[in-house]
């Protein structure tokens, strides 16, 4: 069983940049993908972003790339996520969420563990 919490939300003025993190705990952390999602009300969760353990990672969401990076630290058993150039329709809940394998990556359904989220607010 794993595990995930994710911190790192807030409020911040667009063009302004957050660092989002997904600690895992439990499980064999290199056992997992990991993936970072984001849902705004009223809308379905979006994909963004995936790593592997090897630190591979796929390529992002268009709707974040060249401004999103995805990393993580096998040591502290943590992916971040890193977001520049926010904007407020980046205003939404973020997850992060494991699995085993790349298989479908992009589909929420497909992961096996999921944090609570954390609420990022972007303000025009």
């Known amino acids: 069983q794993v595990h995930l919490v994710e911190s790192g939300g807030g409020l911040v003025q667009a063009g302004g940049s957050l660092r989002l993190s997904c600690a895992a705990s439990g499980g064999t952390f290199s056992d997992y993908v990991v993936g970072w999602f984001r849902q705004a009300p009223g809308k379905e969760r979006e994909f963004i972003a995936t790593i592997t353990w090897t630190g591979s990672t796929t390529d992002p969401a268009d709707s974040v790339k060249g401004r999103f990076t995805i990393s993580r630290d096998n040591a502290k058993h943590t992916v971040f996520l890193q977001m520049n150039s926010l904007k407020p329709e980046d205003t939404a809940v973020y997850f992060c969420?494991?699995?085993?394998?790349?298989?479908?990556?992009?589909?929420?359904?497909?992961?096996?563990?999921w944090g609570q989220g954390t609420q990022v607010t972007v303000s025009s």
């Open positions: 969420a494991a699995k085993a394998g790349l298989i479908n990556y992009k589909t929420p359904s497909n992961y096996n563990y």
